[in-house]
């Protein structure tokens, strides 16, 4: 029986967002510049509205500059091209996020490619892929998800990672592949499991690092965790809980939280994990964009990757 280590996403996102805090108020002082975010979105599906009035509010408590914009689900591609470009023009704007999926109709890809890279604070766009493939970190604006989930690997672990084996299960280029990029550089040994991915449980058992971007609630149970390794679920699933009356839900991750308790030597809980720091690496994001904008890199926020 191993004692489970629990990896707080909000002590960790509360501490970020100290530094985020002291980084903007120290860039408003010196420049005169305020961090300024926009958030897009697109129709009325209410994970993203939650998560939508999370960030706006994130971003009012850190002193930014927040704006929201609400468009009817059934608006037309090109007017929102026309509002992403506004934004690009808009000095006071220094990330632009648009919340996804976005409706059927429109191509996702064009929308993020329309981004100005330097203002993609969710870090989706080709340019900051390449760049963070490519190990410029300094250029680069990083996935908020991949980097929240490196930064509680390291709360488990220490900064150094060097030799460890990971496993991503997942290759989403908004989580699993990033993820692997980002542990990749930390001189980890990584492998990316998938839907097709053969043996996947007995991969998984190889893991020192086992993350899981899936969406498939409780799919990882003991069986696949090698003793002592730390896990972190970047799963977000709602499942029914007739416990807390009829029709309410609750959320669980990937992982089957409470088997693996006693096996797993860290773990990040679902909620209070990997999702507090998401928003909290999105503010961080914000203010890098903004020191970048008025040249003074000095000022980016600052912590350890
Ligand atoms: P996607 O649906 O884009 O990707 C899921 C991945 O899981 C795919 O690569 C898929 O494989 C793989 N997969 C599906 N079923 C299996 C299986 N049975 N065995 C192995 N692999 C499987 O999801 P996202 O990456 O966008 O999100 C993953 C989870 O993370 C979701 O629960 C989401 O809600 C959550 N999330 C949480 C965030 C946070 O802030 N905490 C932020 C973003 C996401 P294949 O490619 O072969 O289809």
């Given at each position: 029986?191993?004692?489970?280590?629990?990896?707080?996403?909000k002590?960790?996102?509360?501490?970020?967002?100290?530094?985020?805090?002291?980084?903007?108020?120290?860039?408003?002082?010196?420049?005169?510049?305020?961090p300024?975010?926009?958030?897009?979105?697109?129709?009325?599906?209410?994970?993203?509205?939650?998560?939508?009035?999370?960030?706006?509010?994130?971003?009012?408590?850190?002193?930014?500059?927040?704006?929201?914009?609400?468009?009817?689900?059934?608006?037309?591609?090109?007017?929102?091209?026309a509002?992403?470009?506004?934004l690009?023009?808009?000095?006071?704007?220094?990330?632009?996020?648009?919340?996804?999926?976005?409706?059927?109709?429109?191509?996702?890809?064009?929308?993020?490619?329309?981004?100005?890279?330097?203002?993609?604070?969710?870090?989706?766009?080709?340019?900051?892929?390449?760049l963070?493939?490519?190990?410029?970190?300094?250029?680069?604006?990083?996935?908020?998800?991949?980097?929240?989930?490196?930064?509680?690997?390291?709360?488990?672990?220490?900064?150094?990672?060097?030799g460890?084996?990971a496993?991503?299960?997942?290759?989403?280029?908004?989580?699993?592949k990033?993820?692997?990029?980002?542990?990749?550089?930390?001189?980890?040994?990584?492998?990316?499991?998938?839907?097709?991915?053969?043996?996947?449980?007995?991969?998984?058992?190889?893991?020192?690092?086992?993350?899981?971007?899936?969406?498939?609630?409780?799919?990882?149970?003991?069986?696949?965790?090698?003793?002592?390794?730390?896990?972190?679920?970047?799963?977000i699933?709602?499942?029914?809980?007739?416990?807390?009356?009829?029709?309410?839900?609750?959320?669980?991750?990937?992982?089957?939280?409470?088997?693996?308790?006693?096996?797993a030597?860290?773990?990040?809980?679902?909620?209070?994990?990997?999702?507090?720091?998401?928003?909290?690496?999105?503010?961080?994001?914000?203010?890098?964009?903004?020191?970048?904008?008025?040249?003074?890199?000095?000022?980016?926020?600052?912590?350890?990757?």
């Amino acid at each position: 029986m191993t004692e489970t280590k629990i990896i707080s996403g909000k002590a960790k996102a509360e501490e970020v967002l100290g530094v985020v805090k002291a980084a903007s108020e120290k860039l408003i002082a010196e420049t005169g510049v305020t961090p300024g975010i926009a958030v897009v979105i697109v129709g009325e599906d209410p994970a993203s509205q939650v998560y939508v009035r999370s960030k706006g509010k994130r971003a009012e408590e850190c002193g930014f500059v927040s704006r929201t914009h609400r468009l009817d689900e059934n608006v037309g591609e090109a007017e929102l091209l026309a509002l992403v470009q506004s934004l690009n023009d808009d000095a006071d704007i220094h990330g632009i996020l648009v919340q996804l999926p976005l409706p059927k109709h429109i191509n996702e890809d064009k929308i993020i490619e329309t981004i100005l890279p330097e203002k993609d604070v969710d870090g989706f766009h080709p340019i900051n892929i390449g760049l963070l493939s490519t190990g410029n970190r300094t250029r680069a604006l990083i996935p908020c998800t991949p980097a929240g989930s490196l930064l509680l690997a390291k709360e488990a672990l220490g900064s150094n990672l060097s030799g460890l084996n990971a496993v991503v299960i997942g290759r989403s280029n908004i989580v699993g592949k990033p993820m692997a990029a980002l542990l990749l550089q930390e001189s980890c040994t990584v492998t990316i499991a998938h839907s097709r991915t053969k043996n996947i449980e007995a991969l998984a058992k190889t893991a020192d690092i086992l993350v899981a971007a899936v969406g498939r609630p409780k799919m990882i149970n003991a069986s696949w965790i090698k003793p002592g390794a730390t896990v972190i679920d970047v799963g977000i699933n709602r499942i029914p809980a007739p416990e807390k009356g009829e029709g309410k839900m609750r959320l669980v991750g990937d992982v089957d939280y409470d088997d693996v308790i006693g096996t797993a030597g860290a773990i990040t809980p679902v909620p209070g994990g990997v999702g507090l720091m998401t928003i909290a690496m999105l503010m961080s994001n914000t203010v890098t964009a903004a020191a970048r904008a008025a040249g003074r890199s000095d000022l980016e926020p600052e912590f350890k990757l």
